[in-house]
T-cell receptor, first 114, second 116 residues
Framework: AQSVTQLDSQVPVFEEAPVELRCNYS??????LFWYVQYPNQGLQLLLK??????LVKGINGFEAEFNKSQTSFHLRKPSVHISDTAEYFC????????????FGKGTTLSVSS | GAVVSQHPSRVICKSGTSVKIECRSL??????MFWYRQFPKKSLMLMAT?????????EQGVEKDKFLINHASLTLSTLTVTSAHPEDSSFYIC????????????FGQGTRLTVV
């Protein structure tokens, strides 16, 4: 079974500052890793995903994440945030098997202020 | 990207009644769909995996008789909350993946259920 731990429930930052949202996972098998963003009362939108290959993954809206197998981490970063980045961010894992659901962390609320 | 449509977006129902939520994959066929429940300030909790043409697989602790799932076609899965109670009030989200495990999951817009 897989599990995900998002270490920070809330991250407040000022506009144009860098941000890192932390995610650690646990699994007895290799996994696929995802970051999703959720705006209020909406569904989830994929930011980026790691399947294999390069450990540095670039996504939409200027976000990137780095897969670290030894530390079982997949932290999300952005060098300069905007007010519009204020949202809930979820890290998720999936077993490398068709028909399996994504398992989510508890989410991190990113609050960007001016 | 692929589109998953969920309806209704909001519903208010009286305690004791049943509510049906629809989840449609608009531009792809989904043999498997997933239903999640999201509590305020909480993560998405997987409720069940919906398989087209067969019975859904429920996660531990989810009442099968309360949350009826039907996946009658490759583009439609429904979740019926039966005999709803105020504690069933929540945000329900459906999801579908395009194909294999290396594909992203697409999510519906969610349904805000309020039981009064």
């Amino acid at each position: 079974a897989q599990s995900v731990t998002q270490l920070d429930s809330q991250v407040p930052v000022f506009e144009e500052a860098p941000v890192e949202l932390r995610c650690n996972y646990s699994s007895s098998v290799s996994v696929y890793l995802f970051w999703y963003v959720q705006y209020p009362n909406q569904g989830l939108q994929l930011l980026l995903k790691y399947l294999s290959g390069s450990t540095l993954v670039k996504g939409i809206n200027g976000f990137e994440a780095e897969f670290n197998k030894s530390q079982t981490s997949f932290h999300l970063r952005k060098p300069s945030v905007h007010i519009s980045d204020t949202a809930e961010y979820f890290c998720a894992v999936s077993a490398p098997r068709a028909g399996t659901a994504l398992i989510f962390g508890k989410g991190t609320t990113l609050s960007v202020s001016s | 990207g692929a589109v998953v449509s969920q309806h209704p977006s909001r519903v208010i129902c009286k305690s004791g009644t049943s509510v049906k939520i629809e989840c449609r994959s608009l531009d792809f066929q989904a043999t498997t769909m997933f239903w999640y429940r999201q509590f305020p300030k909480k993560s998405l909790m997987l409720m069940a995996t919906s398989n087209e043409g067969s019975k859904a697989t429920y996660e531990q602790g989810v009442e099968k008789d309360k949350f009826l799932i039907n996946h009658a076609s490759l583009t439609l899965s429904t979740l019926t909350v039966t005999s709803a109670h105020p504690e069933d009030s929540s945000f329900y989200i459906c999801s579908a993946r395009l194909g294999g495990a290396n594909t992203e999951a697409f999510f519906g817009q969610g349904t805000r259920l309020t039981v009064v």
